[in-house]
């Protein structure tokens, strides 16, 4: 039987990690691919904003999930200290007496490989399998082989013409709001609803996620709230990106049925009081806002806007006003009195919202219907400072 072994940070486990290890699993005929996420590793120390090892664990595993005689291992997880890997060969060997193992590694770790912990029992342990990866690096690991191999050292060499992949720089790209390939694309959805490496969410995955929660015409809205909230953004000020996410996530939870919404207001703790289970409408403001928070990782501006887009509520928020706003007269909106709503929300931010409300007022006026008391307190905090 033959085994690859492949350990590392993972930090965080992109395709460069799954295509060296595959490349070899299909160059040397492996039976079984173990792959050993770090605990602690020996040789360097890992960034201030890492995750957890159970983290960097549970990505590794999202990661390898498609990859046919895989095992992720938490073996180094589960022992203290320092993950040594000639600790975990040492494991290994007792679980597998029988088998071939090879240990496989990028071309820098190839080159250091005999000043790891005690090399001499590592190298007797398992047979090195080195991809190549880096351009003009080829020479050095040739020599290297040759060096070992005077030594009774065999190397397997790998080719796979996988580019180089820089986990330093996915990490800084995250916190960018940049989405590599290089990344899976479920590990990447991992990384944002816990908010890994400070990253903040692309807009483009955004909206294929959020439109993917609405219907045809729900996603024509979004679309147009999104472009009117950047419009009232760059002209009061408002920053734009936040305003961008409070209207492409506004609606997420729109489509749901009333019993649907309730049974998420259970799940997030939301207090329904009589007047909110009668007017199920204003439900999805505020389970909207709470599974924003927990898919999206939204600020709390972000939230808060997406919780109030529907009533508004007393002291809003310059974000707060902009989406309520955006989606009330976003370009699809043709009833009587928009353009009237549009051209003031860019003359008198605060006007436009009491205009906004005063409508919504008149209609449920005319329909027989209660208002709700966050509407209220909106309208009468606006007017006071008036």
Known sequence: MKIGVFGGSFNPPHVGH????????????????????????????????????????????????????????????????ESYTVDTLIELRGQYPDAEFFLIVGTDMYLTLTQWHKAGELLSLATPAVGLRELGMEPHTEAEAERLAAFGIKTEIVENDTI?????????????????RQLDYSVYSFIIERGLYNARPNLDWLRFEAYKLLDDRRIRHVAGCESEAVCLARHWGADETDAREGAILHDIT???????????????????????????????????????????????????????HTTGRADMTLLEK???????????????????????????????????LQMNFDDLTARGLEFDKNAVE????LTKKD
């Open 18 to 81: 799954v295509d060296n290890a595959t490349a070899t699993q299909r160059q040397l005929g492996l039976d079984l691919l173990l792959v050993v996420p770090s605990g602690v590793p020996p040789h360097k120390a890992l960034p201030q904003n890492t995750p957890t090892a159970q983290e960097r664990l549970e990505m590794t595993q999202i990661a390898f999930r498609d990859v046919p005689r895989c095992k992720v291992l938490d073996i180094e997880l589960r022992r203290a200290g």
């Open 164 to 180: 180089e992949i820089s986990s330093s720089e996915l990490r800084r790209q995250l916190a960018e709001r940049i989405w590599s």
């Open 254 to 308: 729109k489509r749901l049925g009333n019993d649907e919404q309730l049974a998420l207001c259970e799940k997030y703790g939301i207090e329904v009081d009589d007047f909110m289970h009668s007017t199920p409408k204003i439900l999805h403001g505020h389970t909207g806002a709470e599974l924003a928070a927990e898919r999206f990782n939204v600020s709390d501006a972000v939230k808060s806007a997406i919780k109030w």
């Open 322 to 356: 902009i989406v309520y706003l955006a989606d009330y007269m976003e370009p699809n909106r043709t009833f009587d009195g928009v353009a009237e709503l549009r051209e003031l929300a860019y003359r008198d931010l605060d006007a436009a919202v009491i205009l906004g």
């Open 378 to 381: 909106a309208m009468n905090s």
